[in-house]
């Protein structure tokens, strides 16, 4: 099957744990992005990390990248409701505009 | 800031039936994508243009067809709506290589 044509993973903890997601591609790429989708809108970008990064932070998330493995991970420390979304990983290739979309982790946050 | 508008919001459409949705966009982005999202699923790249002149196709590109009118709008058209393509269809604009993706809220499409 395609990247991207899977059924979404889906992962629940409560409020307060840590979590991580991970992303494994075949191609590859320059960039890796992780972006969160709200139910019923497109996915936003949350943090992009580029292939000369290992890690990346934007306040309580963390990206990282081994590009040795293909392979990237997003963790969410002290994870709030609101973290409630849906969260994809994409890359976009060797000539930068072709981005494509893993397959997802619906993570659901309970108080 | 910019927005990315898709018409319609809902098609409904018959089996068979050639349907035709539309995007704009006024980031003055140059690179502009189609992708399909089955309820549940990741999102799959149907057509994307790296510039106004440009077309490519991606990994769904079967059963569809898109024109880049203009630097603002990209269309993509269903050329022979199928049940099995049910779906939500997000259009996409970028500024360039490498970088952040904007996008639209979505057509839902139902063919009966």
């Known amino acids: 099957s395609q990247w991207g044509e899977e059924n979404l993973q889906a992962l629940s903890i409560q409020e307060g744990e840590d979590v991580t997601m991970n992303c494994s591609y075949k191609?590859?790429?320059?960039?890796v992005h992780w972006y969160r989708q709200d139910s019923g809108r497109g996915p936003a970008l949350i943090i992009l990390?580029?292939?000369?990064?290992r890690e990346k932070r934007s306040g309580r998330l963390r990206a990282t990248l081994d590009t040795s493995s293909q392979s990237s991970s997003l963790s969410i420390t002290a994870a709030q409701c609101e973290d409630t979304a849906v969260y994809f990983c994409?890359?976009?290739?060797?000539?930068?505009?072709?981005?494509?979309f893993g397959s997802g982790t619906r993570l659901l946050v309970s108080p | 800031g910019g927005i990315i508008t898709q018409t319609p919001k809902f098609l409904i459409g018959q089996e068979g039936q050639k349907l035709t949705l539309k995007c704009q966009q006024n980031?003055?982005?140059?690179?502009m994508y189609w992708y399909r999202q089955d309820s549940g699923k990741g999102l799959r790249l149907i057509y994307y243009?790296?510039?106004?002149?440009?077309?490519q196709k991606g990994d769904l590109s079967e059963g569809y067809d898109a024109s880049r009118e203009k630097k603002s709008s990209f269309s993509l058209t269903v050329t022979s709506a199928q049940k099995n393509e049910m779906a939500v269809f997000l259009c996409?604009?970028?500024?360039?290589?490498?970088?952040?993706?904007?996008f639209g809220k979505g057509t839902r499409l139902t063919v009966v």
């Open positions: 996409a604009s970028s500024p360039g290589q490498n970088t952040e993706v904007f």
């Open positions: 191609t590859y790429t320059t960039v």
């Open positions: 990390i580029r292939s000369n990064e």
């Open positions: 994409a890359t976009d290739g060797a000539g930068g505009y072709k981005v494509v």
């Open positions: 980031f003055n982005h140059d690179t």
């Open positions: 243009s790296i510039t106004e002149n440009d077309l």
